[in-house]
């Protein structure tokens, strides 16, 4: 056959397993025929007994204890765990599908080179994944056996399907990294990206069904006030917080991702050798944290969204989230998103050294350092501050005037958009550092991105200011997404501009990969582990936002460990299980490591 | 003349914390917390180690002073004043830290604890998830009606409220110096108009009382106003308070 | 090594910053631990307290003052006690029971074991009860609950107590009956299962003979006219039907949306 022909082939077999990506989100309703004809059967018989039994009132010696294990912490942990290398897991494929597809359009080895040990990394971590899965399944059943035994009667269908599933994942991953070399070539390479795909959206579905379940103890579907369960599984998945979650984990674990293969990265370049290798290693830290910035820009109107859907679905457990202990925990998760944001804008500046072009550009990174510092003060700015009696007697009170009005939500988004433009603004001067536009209308393009700039921070302070201020409640939380879009549009429109700008570009002098200061590689470590913890943090309010409830307002957590932790201590289970799974990466990077080692032993074997 | 890099890091420094104390405490006259402007400070530090330190050039010539006095043997004297100041400073500050003092320990109140789900009142049971104010629906369907009721929550609230809360609704009314916490001060953007108007009930209903834990030290002097008002008077004077202060009570649409 | 010490190094403290931030950085607050559970705890109840519990499932919960009372709709339950002997003894009694425990508790869950004369199901010639097995569907007593009715139907008609409390306290049952926490109902089939509509209306699958046949209402009546018979009963009587059977409190018990739905539904049938 022609190799055209072939390739088209293989495009349409492409699309063809595009299309299986959306069979299997419908497989576990059961669709609504069913569930319809079920209701018939159940309004016939109304007196009848439902087959579910409601959750169960549990008493303290219901939860089995065993050798002085603290059941809550090792499953704390456990998940934990889990959920990191599951992250880790799911995302590395995401992307080295997207850099396989980029070096096969481009036709440039070193892409496919650099998404091959990408997945070699992965595949040591997924059975890891595995392992602590288990773990935590064990600790589950040991430690909170009624709690499974009611989920498992409402979820186990869908368990089942999870089950399977793995089998699919394993097998897809195995092909996809055993049959890396072996399918190569024009039809080869489009089997093997098509398996990348199906590896993709087995990935994708079994997190979504992993994530029903969780998102059902905290805002449950399907079941009366009593938990008697009305035997629809998809009820019960497509609950209330379902879709924010998928969509907040979905986009996290790609951030989540890029970090830790940048850690990876810059430890193999603080460690290299030779020049070639620093070379290489630089390169793929900074596309990791390309994948790892592009995750983090989305990653706080998920979380947003995610937040305003809590509050739609219970006043009280948003409040509880945002307005009682936990708000604290909000400080927390500030300084570690303002940490994340800094350090990756300080790997980009960084990075401006790799080529002679970069200076021409280092006047305007203090404007940049300035903007986005101010803008994660007003992000990290409390609501509730704390004074000392003195100061509280010098303000009359505890409002402080000026400081109050940045407390609250309008304010915060008018930072984190600012954050995010000044994030991009940083990019996008490396992404010129090394090119002279060879376009005649350069300065008009200029203009144009500067007053695109420019016309979107004005936007989004007035947004911000005018309708978090001045106007009622309702505008305050839908001002929030204007202002979203106002940051979405510009990077869309500036990258377009930019892109066009320069076309054709020539380069100042050859972009010299390896040649960044080893500061700039601890801030790809400062990343990956502070946004281990913030997972880790934020594992934590999710979690316990639903209080002393197994399952909110329908299953009573009635165990000795049913308190919620406070912030202390609940970070100090977040650093332990922090270090563990630090611990289990190094294993992991090691083993990726002395895979490809050759020790000679000669005279070992005989000749 | 050229300020040295090392110099002009510390200016900026000192000029940031000057300017944060000059512009609150001084022009502004609201102090800025201490524990704030200690968070601050850090977040200003690391920001100014980037601007400075993103480039060799940069870099070097701000480690270049600091490694002179380390190792340059001309500056020896200089080297044994910093060795003894610096671990003398920080000693002192850890002193400073440290040293009991007479102050009275930090109170922290949650100003907006989470509402219980439900609420017993009046002897029936309110789900505040779903409660709405009765009143509310009279400001499209029936304005002079509602323009009534806002005036008999006005009469209801200066007949109680203001003493305590002030007849601006500013949270300065006459006995307001005497409390601790001080009474509300609905005019502030954080308060009322962050919230849904069943919180306002539960809060006016149970006063400081009815506060959860978390919201402790109760010392709230709110009264338990489910004891002296009715209820129709409990969201007249709910509507008052944001018909006066202009906010409209927090509300979400529904998907 | 070194560099690998160096990253460890520096991760570990980036961790330990993190976690001194959280522990001394903000103020330390403890959450408020678990609200008490107001449950009944049945090991600790007296049987005074157990009594007394009977007393209200049988008043609310229960619902089973809806047809047993005054009214004629089902037997008194004073006559339980007196006439059980003889019930026990009777050619009809299908049941199994032996005593008079035995006895309360099968005609809760087992109404046709024993239909009382002039009670039963129209055409049934008293072979068939119209009473649900108040064990499930949607009035759903619970062990504990059943046996706390035995307990006051004994106690308050002279016999002696029986019934022992149960000791599994565990059991998810005996929660407060709290009538006003419930949500209003959707389906207006399930708002007829709520207030027992079928005990005496032919509605759904329900086919009670003491008041008029509902299952092709719409027809002849309309919505208000509908409504106003749920509220006011006794506004107006249907011919061949007694006033003051159906109880007119209906109006206290039903969310006016309820009220809407049920008008609403019977109204469209036709």
Same mark, same amino acid.
């Given at each position: ?45 109304? =007196? ?7 959750? !169960? ?144 959206? =087995? ?306 002098? !050859? ?97 | ?255 | ?25 903000? #103020? ?71 005593? &008079? ?44 609950? &059943? ?66 046949? &509902? ?17 006011? #009963? ?27 739905? &049920? ?8």
């Amino acid at each position: 056959m022609r190799p055209r022909l072939l390739s088209r082939m293989s495009g349409a077999l492409l699309v063809l397993f595009l299309g299986l990506f959306f069979v299997p989100m419908e497989l576990p309703g059961l669709d609504s025929g069913t569930a319809f004809a079920a209701e018939a059967v159940a309004a016939d018989a109304v =007196v009848e007994v439902s087959p579910y039994q409601p959750a !169960p009132n549990l008493v303290e010696k219901d939860y089995p204890t065993f050798l002085g294990f603290n059941g809550r912490i090792f499953v704390w942990i456990a998940a934990q765990l889990h959920l990191w290398f599951a992250a880790f897991v799911l995302a590395v494929p995401i992307f080295v599908f997207i850099i396989e597809a980029i070096g096969m359009k481009t036709r440039d080895k070193r892409y496919d080179n650099m998404a091959y040990e990408f997945i070699k990394v992965s595949l040591t971590a997924y059975s890891l994944t595995a392992i602590v899965g288990g773990l935590m399944t064990l600790g589950l059943l040991v430690f909170y056996p009624h709690v499974m035994a009611y989920m498992t009667s409402i979820f186990k269908e869908t368990m089942i399907f999870y089950a399977l599933l793995f089998f699919a994942e394993s097998a897809c991953l195995y092909i996809y990294y055993y049959g890396w070399h072996w399918l190569q070539g024009p039809f080869r390479k489009w089997v093997h990206l098509t398996i990348g795909l199906l590896l993709n959206a =087995v990935g994708t579905v079994l997190m979504l069904l992993a994530n029903s379940w969780l998102t059902f103890m905290m805002s449950p579907a399907g079941v009366d006030s009593a938990g008697v369960f009305n035997g629809q599984v998809w009820d019960a998945m497509h609950n209330f917080l379902w879709n924010p979650i998928n969509l907040h984990r979905f986009v996290a674990n790609i951030a989540y991702g890029g970090s830790i293969i940048g850690a990876y990265a810059a430890y193999k370049f603080l460690s290299a050798r030779t020049p070639q290798e620093k070379a290489h290693y630089d390169w793929m830290g900074y596309n990791a944290n390309f994948v790892a910035i592009a995750g983090l820009l989305p990653l706080p109107f998920a979380g947003y969204y995610l937040v305003a859907e809590i509050y739609a679905y219970s006043q009280q457990m948003g409040i509880t989230l945002m307005g009682g202990i936990f708000a604290w925990l909000f400080i927390i998760q500030a300084v570690l998103i303002g940490t994340l944001f800094l350090s990756a804008n300080y790997y980009l500046w960084c990075g401006l050294g790799r080529s002679e072009g970069g200076i021409r550009y280092y006047k305007y990174m203090k404007y940049l350092g300035f903007a986005l510092v101010a803008a994660f003060l007003v992000w990290f700015t409390p609501h509730t501050l704390v004074l000392s009696n003195e100061e509280l007697k010098a303000l009359g009170g505890p409002y402080h005037k000026y400081l109050g009005p940045l407390g609250i939500m309008p304010a915060k988004n008018t930072a984190v958009n600012i954050m995010i433009l000044m994030t991009y603004l940083s990019f996008l001067y490396y992404r010129r550092a090394n090119k002279i536009a060879t376009v005649n209308w350069v300065k008009a393009g200029n203009t144009a991105q500067i007053a695109l700039f420019t016309m979107a921070i004005a936007n989004i302070f007035f947004l911000g200011i005018y309708h978090g201020y001045f106007t009622n409640t309702v505008y305050k939380v839908a001002a929030s997404i204007p202002q979203v879009l106002t940051t979405l549009t510009v990077i869309v429109m500036s990258t377009v501009i930019d892109s066009m700008i320069y076309k054709n570009s020539t380069e100042v002098a !050859p972009q010299r990969w390896g040649r960044v200061p080893p500061r700039s590689q601890y801030a790809l470590f400062l990343l990956a582990v502070s946004f281990t913890w913030l997972m880790g943090l934020m594992g934590y309010i999710r979690s316990g936002i639903r209080q002393h409830w197994h399952v909110v307002d329908v299953f009573r957590d009635n165990s000795p460990d049913a308190f919620t932790p406070s912030l202390g201590y609940a970070t100090n289970v977040i650093s332990v299980a922090t270090i563990m799974f630090m611990a289990m990466v190094i294993f992991v990077f090691w083993l990726a490591q002395i895979s490809g080692q050759k020790t000679d032993a000669a005279g070992f074997w005989k000749e | 003349m050229k300020i040295p890099r090392l110099l002009q890091a510390i200016l900026v420094l000192a000029g940031v914390y000057g300017g944060f104390v000059l512009v609150f405490d001084v022009i502004l006259e609201q102090v800025i917390p201490s524990s704030l402007l200690n968070m601050y400070m850090f977040f200003v530090v690391a920001g100014t180690y980037m601007v400075f330190t993103f480039n060799e050039e940069s870099t070097e010539e701000i480690v270049a002073p600091i490694k002179a006095l380390v190792e340059d043997p001309s500056k020896k004297m200089m080297r044994n004043v910093v060795f003894l100041v610096v671990p003398l400073f920080f000693g002192w500050f850890t002193f400073q830290q440290m040293k009991p003092s007479f102050e009275a320990p930090l109170e922290l109140r949650t100003i907006h604890p989470a509402p219980p789900s439900a609420v017993k009142v009046y002897g029936k049971r309110y789900n505040l998830l779903t409660l709405e104010n009765p009143f509310r629906k009279f400001e499209k369907e029936d304005p002079e009606k509602f323009a009534e009721l806002v005036r008999q929550g006005g009469a209801v609230y200066i007949k109680n409220c203001q003493y305590c809360h002030g007849d601006k609704l500013d949270g300065k009314g006459p006995y307001a110096q005497g409390l601790n916490p001080v009474p509300l001060n609905f005019q502030d953007i954080g308060t009322i108009a962050q919230l849904q108007e069943a919180y306002l009930f539960w809060r006016i209903t149970t006063g400081g009382p009815g506060l959860p834990k978390e919201a402790t030290p109760w010392l709230s002097a709110m009264p338990v106003w489910e004891n002296f008002l009715s209820e129709d008077e409990v969201w007249k004077v709910i509507l008052f308070l944001y018909d006066y202060t202009g906010y409209s009570p927090r509300s979400w649409e529904h998907e | 090594m070194k560099q690998f010490l160096a990253v460890i190094g520096f991760s570990l403290l980036t961790i330990a910053g993190f976690a001194g931030f959280s522990n001394y950085g903000i #103020p330390r607050i403890e959450p408020a631990p678990p609200p008490v559970q107001e449950k009944i705890d049945l090991s600790a109840m007296t049987m005074d307290q157990f009594i007394s519990l009977g007393e209200r499932v049988l008043n609310g919960k229960g619902t089973c003052k809806l047809c047993h009372n005054e009214l004629g709709r089902a037997p008194l339950l004073e006559q339980i006690i007196p006439n059980t002997e003889k019930r026990l003894a009777d050619a009809k009694y299908k049941g199994e029971a032996h005593d &008079l425990e035995g006895y309360i508790l099968e005609s809760m869950v087992n109404p046709s074991a024993y239909v009382v004369a002039g009670f039963g199901k129209s055409g049934s010639n008293d072979t068939v009860s119209p009473m649900p097995d108040v064990s499930g569907g949607s009035i759903g007593l619970t062990e504990p609950e &059943l046996l706390a009715v035995i307990a006051y139907l004994q106690d308050s008609g002279g016999a002696e107590v029986t019934v022992e409390i149960p000791t599994d306290a565990g059991d998810a049952a005996a929660e407060e009956v709290t009538a006003e926490e419930r949500e209003p109902l959707e389906d207006p089939l399930e708002i007829a299962a709520e207030f027992g509509c079928g005990a005496c209306h032919i509605i759904g699958e329900d086919e009670g003979d003491i008041g008029p046949d &509902l299952t092709k209402i719409g027809a002849t009546r309309d919505r208000d006219y509908l409504r106003r018979a749920i509220l006011y #009963p006794n506004a107006e009587i249907a011919e061949g039907f007694e006033a003051d059977i159906m109880p007119d409190d209906l109006g206290d018990t039903m969310f006016a949306v309820e009220v809407e739905r &049920l008008a609403e539904y019977l109204a469209s049938l036709k």
